[in-house]
């Protein structure tokens, strides 16, 4: 059985940078994918960026540029590196796993909330 833990959220203003964690219990990290999700009051859940267990990413048109996702295979972590943030990233924010051969997401995490004022 997997699990995730996600930290890092917060109320910060527009501009700012926050760092998200996913910690990743329970079997061989480094065989997993690993997903950032989002999703804002009324909106459904998007795939905000994605790390292969090699390393590869690939990250949303909405947050290209501004957000860098990283894995730390030794210390089961993932991380997504969120700059210059905008108001529309407000939204509670799912660290989500899948083994490579799954098509779907298999956990899931509870979420972390991030607010970004204006």
């Known amino acids: 059985q997997v699990e995730l833990a996600e930290s890092g959220g917060g109320l910060v203003q527009a501009g700012d940078s926050l760092t998200l964690s996913c910690v990743f219990y329970?079997?061989?990290?480094?065989?997993?994918?690993m997903s950032w999700f989002r999703q804002a009051p009324g909106k459904e859940r998007e795939l905000v960026a994605t790390?292969?267990?090699?390393?590869?990413?690939y990250e949303a048109d909405s947050v290209k540029g501004r957000f860098t996702l990283s894995r730390d295979n030794a210390k089961n972590l993932v991380y997504l590196q969120m700059n210059s943030l905008k108001p529309e990233d407000t939204a509670i924010y799912y660290c989500?796993?899948?083994?490579?051969?799954?098509?779907?997401?298999?956990?899931w995490g509870q979420g972390t909330q991030v607010t970004v004022s204006s």
């Open positions: 989500a796993a899948k083994r490579i051969s799954s098509p779907n997401y298999e956990y």
């Open positions: 329970g079997r061989t990290f480094s065989l997993y994918v």
């Open positions: 790390i292969t267990s090699g390393g590869s990413t």
